[in-house]
């Protein structure tokens, strides 16, 4: 008897799927039988009947849920290995998808750019044609060296950059600008004398954009809550590291007007400066 006994406990241990469904079925017979013997033969349950019904499936739920995690504890753990193993591996190699949909969702919350904007990322600087969860296109414009055309290529920039790199809107820079530019003199001369002519001609250049440059700077002030250096020319001299001179100009003008400004001006400085040195 102990021998067959042995003999059936090992069979069932070696074939768990049948141990499994031989189990279930005598754990629900005798979750019919005991309900059966809680309701016993009234025709409407009490309250005190129904909790303990409950109470009673509820416990043999997971009383089998226990007995069937110990059957198969271990096929469950490498099994959860696996799984863990494939999640991680699955995280390695989607981190760049990952990255660029979570860079979509910081770009949303912080409303840092929309379409039409111009906005500098690392140093790549566009306007904003079309952006999705993974990637945002813009057209390149040429700022790296003080220009504000389109130069006609077209960068994708995966979102995930927005995490590597701080993004500026440059967005006010469409209609007004402030232009910088930086005229080298080598000889060490008296500049000064130069400034108050080549101020005066800077104003007739602005004359007739003047006020609305004043009116966008304000809404620019004020919509960036700073004090701006103002819609006038500023003009000052510095010194470089091996004695030369350097005139530095900004102007506030339209952006489409700025390299033309700028043309101007450098010719007015250069006659001027040959007219007083020249033969010096």
Partial sequence: MVETLTLVTDFLLENKLLLTALLIVLISLFKQWLVAIIRGNVSFLTDRQRKWISRSKNGIFLLTITMLFMLWQTEVSKFALSVTAIAIAFVVASKEIIL???????????????????????????????????????????LVNGQYHFTGKTATLPNSMFFTYAVKNHNFMKRYVYHHMTITVAQFVNLYPLLPELTNKIESYCEDFIEVAKRYNSVIEKHAGVDLPGSEPHIHISSGATGEQNVNIMIFCPTERAIALEHKIRQDFMEAFEQRFKQA
């Fill in 100 to 142: 660029c949909f979570t860079g979509s969702i910081q770009r949303a919350s912080s409303r840092s750019f929309v379409i039409g904007d111009w906005i500098e990322v690392g140093n790549i600087y566009g306007q904003v044609i079309e952006h999705n969860l993974m990637a945002t296109v813009i057209q390149e414009i040429d």
